[in-house]
């Protein structure tokens, strides 16, 4: 009986203190936001509706890093709710994650005109507070979403360095250690979900590296999506209808076309 009693205790007990340390971790996170409205001095600042800092569980092992707002996030101050955000959550879902296991934040926190790339000058005043996110968030893994948050984050949060970082195409699906400022993380660099609406061959590419990405993380659910795939290909032997035997199908090959660096 005590022993049942102190296993429901220590249950409860963690739970209550996964809440605080969420409480925590939001609370510090909402002091980021009202840095960057009271102090970021940028022209995209002027020019954007709104600010668009994050969203997702404060206290997520897995944080995706993205480029910047487009219209869409702009309209809204939230990242990621357009065509990118969508491919983004089919994505999660295809590997049994939600919002409630991600955080999700951008290099910029204010959308660049016409959705141009992020300038040099942009990343400097912004990235101290994707800087910041990181460091309260902690998470194990970091998947970066196209080149400028690989390269960032590759560097090691040094700007002039991400020249030397390879670019996303040979770089996406690979594990990268990382230890900054004390802190170890596990990177992996995916193609931007936005790449795939301009170029379909990257959707298989994108759909392979996320359940890599949840065979790493000892996701059940990718366990049962990959038994669903050989399910699909393991098929029925065709039957002969002139001599009654059964044919094996060969397995059609997969053509593999060159992609496009985002
Ligand atoms: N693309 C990004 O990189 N971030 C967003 O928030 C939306 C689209």
Known sequence: MILILIFIFSIKFKNLLLISISMVKSQELEKVRSRIL???KCPLKDAAKNLVFGKGNPDASIMFIGEAPGAKEDELGIPFVGAA????DKLLRSIGLTLDDVYIA???KYRPPENRDPAVDEIYRHTPYLIDQIKIIRPKIICT???????FVLAQFDIPNMKKISGITQLHGKINPLIIDGMEFMVIPLYHPAAMLYNPNLRKVLGEDFL???RILGLKSVEVV???????TVKEPKINKETGSKKEEKPKKEVQKGLGEF
């Open 145 to 151: 979403l196209g080149n400028y948050s690989t390269k």
């Open 106 to 108: 951008n290099i910029l």
């Open 85 to 88: 955000g969508k491919e983004l």
């Open 226 to 232: 990959e038994e669903k795939k050989e399910e699909k």
């Open 38 to 40: 009271t102090e970021l």
């Open 212 to 214: 890599e990405m949840g």
